[in-house]
Structures are given as structure tokens and as C-alpha cells.
């Protein structure tokens, strides 16, 4: 496979709050009146489950949100979403990304993530983008984490995936994941050719991106990196030996939720994939 492609598929391009005593901080206030606007849709929607994705696509630019409520409480998502090593677990399920390694970066803590196809490739071919880690708030009562990289792939920047938790009641919170990046003239390009070949069939979640196009790129990609969030925090409850396995099969299922969007690998090929992709970033450490 040539770098441009590597490089292409690596973006996509291939075939009620707790009782406190204080007052909630701004993000959290926020937070909780955003689930309270979107409350009958999240209660009522095509996902058939609490959970909406929205995208947008203003010039040079692409972003997919994903709100949802998880039946997990707030204290367990705050704690699995606050480090870089519980990052590099969660971002590597998946399917294009080849591995991660939490990195002491001169910013601050951050994390190299390597992308690449959504097959088995060397860490030499794909690509590596270093994203800094920022900790804006970690409270009692919300978390609000981003992880930012400068510069990406073919002319890409500005990436950005932020998440924020606020608690719902004792046993549910209310999280909020937003993937974003900037593109220049070269990514527009081979981002025009994907979708009038090899990516035509392509399809999104929203009524837009089910007509194709960019935001069903970043649609299926958020959504992918919401359902790594998923699957860790589902496989929490399972003995600390058998969570590896619980965050692949979780991964894996939930995509085949929507197996018209996200379908691209047999279970067996994924977990295989993904068993030697661990296990290499394991050892490299």
C-alpha cells in the first residue's frame, strides 16, 4: 500500500446532577442543560438507545459530536477517563489505529498515536501524531479532558478529541465526546477522490451523511472512538485479567450495531488483529 493511501485510510478515507454542596462548575451547568435540551431525543431516536450524534462540516473543517447516557456512575467514568495509559487502551480499539504509547511530551502529558489501515500494518507505516493531554477539569462533578495534536496527516491539523462526564443520578452519567480536525487543499483533494470511488458506498448516520459525503467520514469516525469509550467502561465490571478480551468483543459488537456504517472486519479477523497490536505495544511499552 502507498503512504498516500495509508495515510488516507488512517483519516477514514478507505473502503439530573448529585447533590453538592457547592454550585456546579460553568462545564458542568452546561453539560447538564445540553441532557436537559436533548432529553426526548435521547429517549427517543433511530439508535433505539440513549445516545445522538451530531456532525458539521463548515469550511476546511470537520466535526462529529456524541452525546449519550451510560449506566455507569460518575466516580467510574472520571477515574477510567483521567490518564493517558487508560487513553492508549481506549483509542487502541480502534481498527485504524496501529498503536499508542503515553508520552512525557515538553507540553505536559500526552500520548503518540499511530494510524493507519484497518488491517494488520507496521508501526514504520503508519502515522504518528502526538497529542497533548489536557486535564481542563476533574471534580466531584465534572470532567472535562481534551487531547489536542498540531499537525497530521497529508496537510491535516488541529485535532481534537475532548470529553466531557458530568453524573446523572448514582448510578448514570451524562458524557459528551467531540472529534474535530482541520484540512487543507491536499486532504480536500484525496479526500474528493476517496468518496467518488472507492468510498461512494460509504454511508453516515445523520440524514446528510447517509447521502455520503465528509460528514458521514467523521461520523463513522467519532462514532467508532464513542464505542472504544463504550466497550472500556462496559468491560470494567469483569476480573482485571479478562478485560482485555471484554473491551474487544465490546468493541466489535457495538459496531456491528450498525453494520451498514461501521462494518469492515469479521470478528475473528478484528480480535486477531488487535490481540497482536496490544501485544506489540505491550512489549515496546
Known sequence: MSLVRTIACALGLCAGASAAAAPAAPGAAAL?????ELRLQLDDNAFQRPLILESSAPSGRLQGDVYARVDRPFAAVRDSLDGTEQWCDILILHLNVKGCRAADLLAGDGLSLYLGQKTEQALADAYRLDFHFTRAATAPEYLHVTLAAANGPLGTSHYRIVLEAV???AGSSFIH???SYSFGMVAGIAMR?????????KVGFSAVGLKGGVRGVVERNTMRYYLAIEAFLGAL???VSEQLEKRLSN???GSERYPVQL???ERGEYL??????IQRQQVLG
Open 32 to 36: 447538564l442543560l445540553r441532557h436537559s
Open 167 to 169: 453524573p446523572l443520578d
Open 177 to 179: 465526546l467531540s472529534y
Open 193 to 201: 477522490g476517496y468518496l467518488a470511488t472507492s468510498g461512494r458506498g
Open 237 to 239: 465490571s469483569a476480573p
Open 251 to 253: 468493541w466489535h459488537a
Open 263 to 265: 462494518h469492515e472486519l
Open 272 to 277: 486477531d488483529m488487535k490481540r497482536r497490536e
